[in-house]
């Protein structure tokens, strides 16, 4: 749900736009797997500007410093945080927990476009549901 | 009529919201010289009988303690750390399988944090949402109970990873399991090379000094520096 808000503001920050694509980072330490977020995506995004929209979703492997190459390296397995240069242990994560939002792919709509409209309505709808539950 | 589709660059994190709330909790922390634990594990680690035995001991040290207990459904863990005399408050999750920063910071609600010296929180039993959220906390400890196998850590590589300390526990339970030991060190030491580990049994008691030690040192490390 937080990709969904995330993207729908900013995409509301760019004006009147209909959003085609999301890319996310994901990174392999992340605690989110990719399978999961794409099964979910489009009942995360019914009712909302995202409606109808992909999710592209960029897998980042765990990279380590290690001192004694002196260089960044890839782990080939998040099992074993060892250079697979040199063997030495390291524990420098320099990337692989992203859970990052990086790009959205859009288009401008003319004012009054159909197509900004399904995305009000169930926005409304809610809101008057919670109004309704707080009256009674 | 639409234009035709462009990529734009956005540069936002997903847990954005959670992380603004957790950077904040841990400067309310520092700012009142509380030091706060959590504790994740598998449902059934020993969380919460390590956390009972905890907070009696940190209090007969004049440790001034209180703790935060999650869990899917029922107040019974809050009834069971009750017993150690320290304050406690369940926080119930409902369906949600792990806490994050906003349940933590409505959960303190009218507590005073100059009153306290330490503050855990106890996790949902869970070994892999959890290790996305950050709940503001100064140290996270997992646990892993040597009936649970000694390759547990390779199977939740992200949790052992993001966690600061390992505590290995029931380990009077060991010979009966056959629990092999250095091979647990070595999952370990593999997904998180130079961690810290305990191993422990709160139920003989054995380990717990070393990790009360381990713990006190922590403690007042952070305590006097908010009282200087």
């Known amino acids: 749900m937080s990709i969904v808000e995330g993207a729908s503001q900013e995409a509301s920050s760019r004006g009147n736009v209909q959003i085609h694509a999301v890319h996310l980072k994901l990174g392999v330490l992340s605690g989110v797997v990719k399978e999961a977020l794409l099964f979910s995506y489009d009942i995360a995004c019914e009712g909302t500007p995202l409606e109808g929209s992909t999710l592209v979703i960029e897998e980042v492997p765990a990279v380590v410093y290690c001192s004694q190459c002196d260089s960044e390296k890839t782990l080939p397995s998040i099992q074993l945080f060892c250079c697979p240069t040199c063997g030495t242990l390291t524990g420098d994560l320099v990337s692989g927990r992203e859970l990052e939002l990086v790009g959205l792919e859009i288009s401008e709509l003319e004012t009054g476009d159909e197509l900004t409209e399904p995305a009000r309505a169930p926005e409304n709808a809610t809101d008057n549901g919670r109004l309704a539950v707080i009256a009674q | ?228």
């Open chain 2, 1 to 228: 009529m639409s234009t035709q589709p462009r990529l734009v660059e956005v540069r936002q994190n997903v847990l954005k919201q959670n992380d603004l709330l957790a950077r904040w909790l841990r400067q309310r922390f520092s700012d009142t010289g509380v030091y706060v634990i959590s504790l994740v594990s598998s449902p059934g680690a020993g969380k919460t009988t390590l956390l009972e035995k905890t907070l009696t001991h940190l209090k007969a040290k004049g440790c001034r303690v209180a703790a935060l207990v999650g869990d899917l459904a029922t107040e019974n863990d809050a009834a069971r750390l009750a017993r150690s005399e320290v304050p406690v408050r369940q926080i119930i999750t409902g369906t949600v399988c792990h806490l994050d920063a906003d349940m933590v910071q409505s959960s303190l609600d009218d507590w005073d944090l100059n009153d306290l010296d330490c503050l855990f929180i106890e996790n949902v039993g869970n070994l892999v949402c959890p290790s996305s959220y950050d709940l503001g906390e100064d140290l996270r400890i997992v646990l892993m109970s040597v009936t649970e196998g000694e390759d547990k850590p390779l199977k939740y590589p992200t949790i052992f990873n993001t966690a600061d300390v390992a505590l290995i526990t029931k380990t009077d339970l060991s010979e009966a399991v056959e629990f092999d030991l250095v091979g647990a060190r070595g999952s370990i030491q593999s997904v998180r090379p130079g961690m810290d580990v305990i191993e422990l049994s709160a139920k003989t008691g054995a380990g717990l000094d070393e990790y009360l030690e381990y713990l006190l040192k922590k403690i007042e490390s952070k305590t006097a520096v908010a009282r200087v």
